[in-house]
């Protein structure tokens, strides 16, 4: 941030590279944003600027931490089902006219830690279970969607315990604005030439058509089939509705279709996962024939296992991710107990639904045709860090000749 | 506020006053609450004191003031018919799963000051025409619902110019929690004592059986009919789901239906009236045959035009309210910029629909027998301040004879 910048001429920066490269927002599009209520001073700036690009309705589905924390910790024990389905109609109603949609993430990481597990668990489940139709259409990237950060101030204390809270305001605004590129002098430029470097990734890689990945780290001796007609995404993505977009602000990532049916071996998480109002620490998973045989983790092993049990398809994984340990966000060294950046500082891979776009002709398939092609389907899409700077990674192609792709966390090949 | 007891104590004092005497929420009701983002703190008492009286659902409809400022200001001039049906939706799904409906007003008086007239309009004219389904449920007591205010930023500047933001947060939320009793001892028995003096007044006047109210002060010289069967109403209510309930709090008026069919000569509002995210000033209304003829304002002229243009029941009074000027809220001696507050400053009548409780037996009415009893259909239900410590009002009997009902202002009846 330059000196002479104001806060509020940053937000304003931010809200056009959301709303220009993110959503990459049309004319007469009409906007669903999910976001906590604390994050209003940015929202109001998006809301300008989708009405300034023609934005034809700008619906705000606000959630309140204090309002989630407080029905986990004292509605009455047999209510978890009740859930508020107009708001999924809603956002169902805006993608049927075209529209656009952007999630805004700032939630304290520890929000219902120390609560009723039993009854978060059930509460999750019925946010799965409703909000399926939605990420079912997301996922398949039917219409622009995005998702960004905002600061939160429980998420600060979180990433900054040593820092005043003003201070830790001010750290955790200044992250997301460098990791979303709104500090460079021409952001919009800086986007442009971002996903064109990611793009030469993804198009190497592409090109290889490896079978499997091989991950050797400490605590990590796993290998993940990829299916044929597997497709490396990274950058942007061009949706259905024919609008081209990127996903998520910031990111560093080149990922694609892992084999539903080929995991094997045991994978230790290097960050904790944020789940559902929890960490989940010092966790790792063994694979065997694709499907999880066993969780072990050092806090909410619990948690852990509600996620696995939620369906068939959380005992399997849904998207293999690549980043280098020296990226952008890793570099900073240290976690932000957020999916959104901790994803982008380390490679990753998630258990749950596969994305349909990352087989070639994905989206056409049923869902039995994308499962025997070797994608996921779930409730659930969740992501967790395995990289560091101690992984090696190795491409293994149908002959069974290796090739290595990271070394020491970083990437092993030149583009 | 006694010095030892903190803001988020009085906050929480006030969440148990709404939710016990204004709702009387009961175990395994849910909850629709609209307000806006600002009053995060105070939705999450009332949230947690709902739940713990057993609520199956809080639901929160947040609003944002600046969100909706920039739609006002920058969509598209022909998109003022995207509405957001599912947010009603939502409303209604409560209503018919036995909830309650619960309003914070904490809007800026000025929030669409100096915007397009024409598109801010059309946009109230959306919004009254789509949420009707919910007043037209809540306007005859289906349910229990109640309206409170919390403090906002803007609308404190508004109310003590003179002060400092932080003063006027803190004169803003005495005011709040002093008019709702908050502040006493024992604010449930306080509100009881309250209840009970109210409904000496509203007793005392149903006895009366006035065939008219004839009003005389400076700017005003006016008569309003009260059809037969009109019954007077103070305090509490009993909804149709038979929940004794508080509608507005603060409330300090006794109120009736006036017969749509029969008002005459001139009415001067005695306070600014803030309609749609603008303040109507100086203004005056003449009725022939219970009919609005002629409209003055003299700021926002065009603003009431609109308001009394909008359907047939607009040009038409919905409500009588006596209150004395002396009243909690009219000895502060300045004005709030906000109906909820204003309107238990002052006698008030209400342009628009009629309450259907405040005729004998109105809830089993058609809408034709209803209107033909004296009651008013409309989009609209707008009160305004018409009262002063110089305004006279007699009652008139069926016989012609008159009787003092106010003198100066205040109450000429002991009860």
Redesign the interface.
């Known amino acids: 941030m330059s000196s002479n910048e104001t806060h509020q001429q940053m937000l304003a920066k931010y809200a056009e590279v959301i709303v220009k490269i993110g959503l990459n927002l049309r004319?007469?599009q009409?906007l669903s944003i999910r976001t906590p209520?604390?994050t209003?001073?940015l929202?109001?700036e998006i809301?300008?600027v989708a009405?300034?690009k023609?934005?034809?309705?700008?619906?705000?589905l606000?959630s309140?931490d204090?309002?989630s924390?407080?029905?986990a910790?004292?509605?009455?024990r047999d209510?978890h089902d009740?859930?508020?389905?107009?708001?999924v109609?809603?956002m169902l109603?805006i993608i049927e006219k075209g529209g656009a949609m952007l999630t805004i993430v700032a939630v304290d990481p520890d929000l219902l830690n120390g609560l009723d597990t039993g009854f978060v668990g059930k509460l999750q489940q019925a946010q799965l279970k409703n909000f399926d139709p939605v990420r079912t259409i997301v996922m398949r990237n039917a219409i622009n969607w995005c998702v960004v950060a905002a600061y939160g101030s429980a998420w600060a204390r979180k990433v900054f315990p040593d820092f005043k809270p003003a201070q830790a305001e001010e750290k955790l605004w200044q992250a997301i604005f460098e990791s979303t590129r709104v500090t460079e002098p021409d952001p919009i430029a800086a986007w442009d030439r971002h996903i064109q470097n990611l793009r030469k990734r993804s198009d190497y890689l592409q090109a290889k058509k490896y079978s499997a990945l091989s991950y050797k780290s400490p605590g990590t001796d796993f290998s993940l089939g990829l299916p044929p007609g597997h497709k490396w995404v990274g950058g942007n993505s061009l949706a259905e509705n024919g609008i081209v977009f990127t996903a998520n602000m910031p990111t560093e990532e080149i990922f694609t279709l892992p084999d539903r049916h080929r995991a094997e071996g045991t994978v230790a998480a290097t960050f904790p996962l944020s789940y559902g109002g929890n960490l989940i620490e010092d966790f790792s998973l063994t694979f065997e024939n694709g499907c999880i045989v066993k969780v072990n983790a050092g806090k909410n092993q619990s948690i852990l296992q509600q996620l696995v049990d939620t369906d068939e398809g959380s005992t399997r994984l849904g998207e293999v991710s690549l980043v280098p340990a020296s990226s952008p966000i890793g570099k900073r060294g240290y976690l932000f107990y957020n999916t959104l950046f901790d994803e982008n500082a380390s490679c990753h891979i998630a258990i749950g639904r596969a994305y349909r776009f990352t087989l070639i002709g994905g989206e056409e398939l049923t869902d039995e045709e994308f499962m025997s092609a070797g994608g996921n389907i779930s409730l659930n899409h969740v992501d967790f860090m395995i990289g560091s700077g101690k992984m090696d990674i190795d491409g293994i192609k149908d002959d069974g000749t290796r090739e290595p792709v990271m070394r020491s966390g970083e990437w092993a090949f030149d583009v």
């Open positions: 004319a007469g009409p209520t604390h209003s001073a929202v109001r809301a300008r009405y300034q023609g934005a034809s309705l700008v619906d705000v606000w309140d204090g309002v924390r407080a029905r910790e004292f509605a009455p209510s009740e859930y508020p389905v107009w708001q109609d809603g109603k």
